[in-house]
């Protein structure tokens, strides 16, 4: 009795993943921040002041969700932003000429997908540095919107083409349940098939994943793609919430994702987290940024901030990786 006793008393006790950990904290500072903001104005938890967070943070959602998987690679991709600006305005200009919802939907996401691929295929088939390559396309895909549009927004009036980033139940926007349908489709590409196994391989140890023959390259080609295509789903949401097209949308949207995904738990370097904590970075991140609207705040002490919160989960990401290291 006393050695089953004791043999019970010896079992080591089930410590708490990293990633788990992380994941609570979050939901703590999101609870944190909630409560936080509520008490510094009434406003915070009014039926519109929820739909604009939730109409708001649906884009970086999507754009986020498609950095998740490219960061997973060890990659990053700053051409994000300015890809909703160029496929905002290739879907406003067919829709336009056409007269057609489907078409100018349809053109929006080609667009996106196609500064995708030629970013997937100088990093993937190429090798060239993905900071590089993506710097490139960030200024091209912005001139390219500023010719599209003649520096100037294009007012849409298509119910259609509006309706899934400007129509809401209620006070409730339909593009939430859009996002999440869009999150459950990717999470089984990523947890469910060999492509979800092969993107964390080729974070973890390109090399070996060649070896392999898991063909790291092609797979980074298509995430870029993917996260292109994103970008086209998140210049429709974009110009329904605003009811134009404009060639600045988009602006700095890049440094909000990378932010919302290292906070969620992505590594800098590759081959560890999940889209779980980056819809709770995402979270987070927009309860912040509408708190600090709703209080007034200085829009440049907003942007310290946000350069702020970025430079603490770097750091934090950095000496995690560290730590594992030694």
Known sequence: MTSATTNIADRPKKKLDTLTLRYLVL??????????????????????????????????????????????????????GSNVAFAGGIGV?????????????????????????????FIGKLKLSAFMVTLA???????????IYDANSINVSDPAFLW???TSWGAFPVVIPFVALVFAALSVLLYKTTFGRDVYAAGSNFNTAFVLGRRPERKIMWIYVLSGALAGLSAII??????????WAGLYLEFDAITAVILGGTSLFGGRGKLLGTILGVL????IINGLVLTGMNPYLQNLIK???????VLLDTFTQRGKAA
């Open 27 to 80: 939901i703590g500072l999101i609870l944190i921040a909630a409560i936080g903001f509520s008490i510094a104005n009434d406003n915070f938890y009014s039926l519109t002041n929820l739909g604009i967070l939730l109409r708001s943070i649906s884009v970086l959602f999507l754009v986020s969700m498609g950095m998740t998987f490219i960061m997973l690679t060890g990659g990053i991709d700053l051409s994000v």
């Open 93 to 121: 200009i067919t829709l336009t000429v056409t007269g057609s919802a489907t078409l100018g939907f349809i053109a929006a996401i080609v667009a996106g997908s196609l500064i995708g691929l030629i970013n997937g295929y």
């Open 137 to 147: 396309t960030f200024a091209l895909a912005r001139g390219l919107a500023l010719v």
């Open 164 to 166: 899934l980033g400007g």
């Open 238 to 247: 974009t110009v329904g919430r605003v009811s134009s097209g404009q060639p």
């Open 284 to 287: 987070l991140y927009g309860i």
């Open 307 to 313: 350069g702020m919160i970025l430079l603490g989960v």
